[in-house]
Structures are given as C-alpha cells and as structure tokens.
C-alpha cells in the first residue's frame, strides 16, 4: 500500500481567495469615519452671503493650529472652540490643514470641533 505523497491544495487555495475577498469588502467600511464633512465651493464668493460669521481654524502641525488668526495649543482648542461657537450665529467651522500634518491629528480635530457644538464643517484646501 502506498500513501498520498501530493497533498490537495485546491480547498486551500479557494479558502484562501474567499478570505481575500472578504477583506477587500469589509475593509472600506471599518476605516470610514463618522464624520459629515462638506467640502466649501469653489466659486466662493458668489455663492454665500455678505458676511457670514464662522470659525476658521489651521492646522500647520499636530501641536499647532491657528484659529481665528490666533495661535492655539492643541490642549486649549476644545475651550477655545466652544467659547467662539456659543457667540456664532451661524456655528460654522472652516478647517484648513497642512499637507504634512498626521490624518489622525486632523480627524481629531474635526471631532473636537464636532463635540464643541459645530453645525457644519467645511474642508479648504491650501
């Protein structure tokens, strides 16, 4: 009697490229945030109102950001954030961010603006 000397690698291979395929699926949706954001228009300008009062934050590293022309330390941001949101009439948050500033560092603060009490969010690019 001989044995099996060539092992079956086809439930191997096909368990395998199910598990990729699974991956490939599931993957997008654990790294979307919960985060609304509305990007700002291009046209600027034209499309809003005389004087629109909002906050404007810059992000230009992960422990310094701008918020109103103000420099701000990354620890005082959330009460910065809410005392000029509870005097906005419109509590909206403009957010501009340096390209070599961390994505978590970003997301944070987009929270942070979030929990403070902001409306909308608008994204700008540099």
């Known amino acids: 009697m001989e044995g099996i000397h060539e092992p079956n690698m ?9 598990l990729v395929v699974i991956l490939l699926v599931a993957t997008p949706m654990a790294l979307q945030s919960g985060i609304a954001v509305s990007r700002a228009s291009s046209s600027g300008r034209k499309a809003q109102p005389a004087r629109v ?12 950001i701008v918020v109103n022309r103000s420099m701000v330390a990354r620890g005082a941001l959330g009460a910065r954030l809410r005392a000029l949101l509870e005097t906005s009439a419109t509590r909206e948050v403009v957010v501009r961010c340096a390209d070599r500033v961390p994505h978590g560092d970003f997301v944070a603060v987009l929270d942070e603006a979030k929990a403070q009490g902001a409306s909308s969010i608008a994204v700008v690019g540099r």
Do not use: G, H, Q, Y
């Open 10 to 18: 086809v439930p191997l291979i096909d368990v395998s490229l199910v």
């Open 53 to 64: 009062e909002r906050v404007e934050v810059s992000i230009l590293t992960a422990d310094s």
